[in-house]
């Protein structure tokens, strides 16, 4: 996805801004009708100056152990070394590491490991947690979220819980009881974007908050 108005934080000397996401099916927006998913949502509501290149780069039903050994490979191939490029790194994690029954401390240092290297490259990293999903599965996805939260705060990364805001949430749960495959459609990929978007989402980009 690409843009090419708005943005100018940080001054005229940063002319390109390259955001990738990594994740894993949420990230392509699988179940929407509409094929924007969150990020395509988000990025409809953000205004840079400058070109803007927003990358998502999915693989569906990847634990956190496959992304943190993939993600500097595939990302090093679409970020540029140029002083006028701004590259940054979203991670969004999925509910996957316990389909593969990942401890939580083995969680916890994949995504450290990710945040970790991607201080020592000098890219801003941002997170955004795992969404609810089957009751019977919900319990260990709130605390795999609260992990994730814990790592992601000791770093000063900004963390979007979208696992406590919709765990009860009305219209998140008839969008998932009426896809019936355990992801979100329209609704479901609108919220998540809402939660992102005012979770320093502007702030984390040099940006004003258009909601102030």
């Known amino acids: 996805m690409t843009q090419t108005n708005g943005w100018s934080a940080n001054g005229p000397e940063r002319t390109e801004l390259r955001i990738c996401v990594v994740g894993d099916e949420l990230v392509a927006g699988v179940g929407d009708a509409r094929g924007l998913g969150w990020t395509g949502r988000v990025l409809a509501r953000t205004r840079f100056d400058g070109t803007t ?3 998502t780069l ?12 993939r993600w500097q490979a ?6 540029s070394p140029e002083p006028t490029v701004d590259n940054r790194l979203v991670v969004a994690l999925g509910r996957h590491d316990l389909d593969t029954g990942l401890s939580l401390a083995r969680s916890r240092l994949n995504l450290a490991n990710v945040l970790d290297v ?4 000098r890219t801003p990293a941002f997170v955004v947690g795992p969404p609810p999903g089957s009751p019977e599965e919900n319990g260990r996805l ?6 994730y939260a814990d790592v992601a705060g000791r770093r000063r990364v900004p963390y979007v819980d979208t696992f406590s805001p919709l765990v009860g949430h009305e ?6 009881a009426s896809a019936g495959t355990g992801l979100p459609g329209q609704a479901g990929y609108g919220l998540i974007a809402w939660l992102v978007l005012h979770t320093g989402w502007h702030s984390w980009l ?3 908050d258009p909601t102030v």
């Not at 991607?118 to 490259?121: C, G, L, R």
């Not at 709130?142 to 992990?147: D, K, V």
């Not at 219209?171 to 998932?176: K, T």
């Open 171 to 176: 219209q998140w749960l008839a969008d998932l």
């Open 118 to 121: 991607a201080e020592q490259q």
């Open 58 to 69: 999915p693989i569906p039903r990847e634990p956190s152990t496959a992304l943190g050994e």
């Open 142 to 147: 709130g605390e795999l979220s609260a992990a």
């Open 74 to 79: 595939e990302t090093a191939r679409r970020f």
């Open 206 to 208: 040099g940006l004003p």
């Open 53 to 55: 290149l927003l990358m």
